[in-house]
């Protein structure tokens, strides 16, 4: 199992960008997907969440201006990030959570993420 993000890039203040965070080798379209953000010398932070019966949820900063959704014909997972802001700039990664039914687990499968800055 594999995850790739993709759509990071430098934007200026205000503006938009969509990440997406692909899947091989499982099918996101049923399990809880989230995205995380990490600041150089800042703790990974969560970001935004699509559970496995689609339920979203966001973090104080993305509530408004954040949107989580599946993209199920790309097998993918997006964020789009609107009215972008330089505390926004970071390395954004994807989280699978995916069932293992022989360990009667749950395994997190993390992408390599992708850099987002934002510029004033």
């Known amino acids: 199992v594999q995850l790739v993000e993709s759509g990071g890039g430098l934007v200026q203040a205000g503006g938009s960008l969509r990440l997406s965070c692909v899947a091989s080798g499982t099918r996101l379209s049923r399990n809880s997907i989230s995205w995380y953000r990490q600041s150089p010398g800042k703790q990974r932070e969560l970001v935004a969440t699509i559970s496995s019966v689609d339920r979203t949820d966001y973090s104080t900063p993305a509530k408004g201006r954040f949107t989580i959704s599946r993209d199920n014909a790309k097998n993918a997972v997006d964020l789009y990030m609107n009215s972008l802001q330089p505390e926004d700039t970071a390395v954004y990664y994807c989280?699978?959570?995916?069932?293992?039914?022989?360990?009667?687990?749950?395994?997190?499968?993390w992408g390599q993420g992708t850099l987002v800055t934002v510029s004033l």
């Open positions: 989280k699978a959570d995916l069932y293992d039914p022989g360990a009667d687990r749950y395994d997190e499968i």
